[in-house]
């Protein structure tokens, strides 16, 4: 703590990311990258960018990539968001649109930015309880409030919650902003943009780091009725003109080009979370249902942090959240078909 620091500073609780250790032949399932490299017209687009424009700035508001946006999802291009990646487009959203007067809602086990952004914003929060089964009611979320946000599915649980009961907390809350959060949604979702022309409380967050493989590039975007999304331009142009490089832009264009590479590489993490679900409840796992690229699992009777460290002295890491309700649990991320044989085997050796 230092006597130059903010009052605001000193109160604050950073988000702490998922760690990316530099150990060779590491079995990495802990920060939910996704297993299988970009598309091959991504690495090309970025290549053929790799010129003397670099010396100019990029479009500030990135109308190649909000237009292959708006085309893929059949929206208009005024109703599309563009950030450096879905974190810079959520601090966004918290800032422009919850209404700071009253506590917004989200669930008590969820994406731990939220609070975060809470804290960093002076917003009061209200987390709402899950079930005992980690489902969100949506009975729950009839409350007053400045604004809802939870990921569908859920993150760290991987629980989905489909469309008809995300409709009932938007219709429950007209006169609020309800944000709908699919990071995770292309692995056995639906997305909730289809409902955006009915609900204009509706915005949809999403990323290009997990589905379509580039986390490194860091891209997200928003889609929303056109008076949301003018908001967040609002504050975007108060804080970066220029929030995607030249470099982002092409190969998150690029990528929504290639829609054969996207179905191939989602259906592959489809395919090895289920084998990896039944294998573990082979061992005696408890699985909860995922739609997300990874899982969420415990062994009833062991705690989760041993089981994490049991693995780590393996040379595999999983993400272990030492927090209520949770401990337990480990969320692990869907490798390659030999990382998850690893991760099987290591389990089963505990």
Known sequence: MSKFWSPL?????????????????????????????PSPKVIEAIKTELNDNLRLYPDPEGDALKAAIASYYQVDRNQVFVGNG??????????????????????????????????????????VALTDSFEINPEDYKQPNGGIIFPNPNAPTGRYLPLDRVEEILAANPDRVV???????????????????????LLVCQTLSKARSLAGLRVGFAVGQAELIEALERVKNSFNSYPLDRLALAGAVA??????WFEKCCQGVISERERVTGALEAQGFEVLPSKANFIFARKPGVEGEALARGLREQGIIVRHFNKPRISDFLRITIGTAEQNDALIAGLKSL
């Open 9 to 37: 500073v000193a109160t604050l609780v950073p988000y702490t990311p998922g760690e990316q250790p530099q150990i060779p032949n590491l079995v990495k399932l802990n920060t939910n990258e996704n297993p299988y490299g």
């Open 255 to 260: 990528a929504f080009e290639d829609h054969e």
């Open 86 to 127: 879905s974190d810079e487009v959520l601090a966004h959203i918290f800032y422009a649109l919850f209404q700071h007067g009253q506590p917004i809602l989200f669930p008590d086990v969820t994406y731990s930015f939220y609070p975060v952004y809470c804290g960093l914003y002076n917003i009061p929060s209200n987390p």
């Open 179 to 201: 944000v709908v959060d699919e990071a995770y949604v292309d692995f056995g979702g639906e997305t909730a943009i289809r409902l955006v022309a009915r609900y204009p409380n």
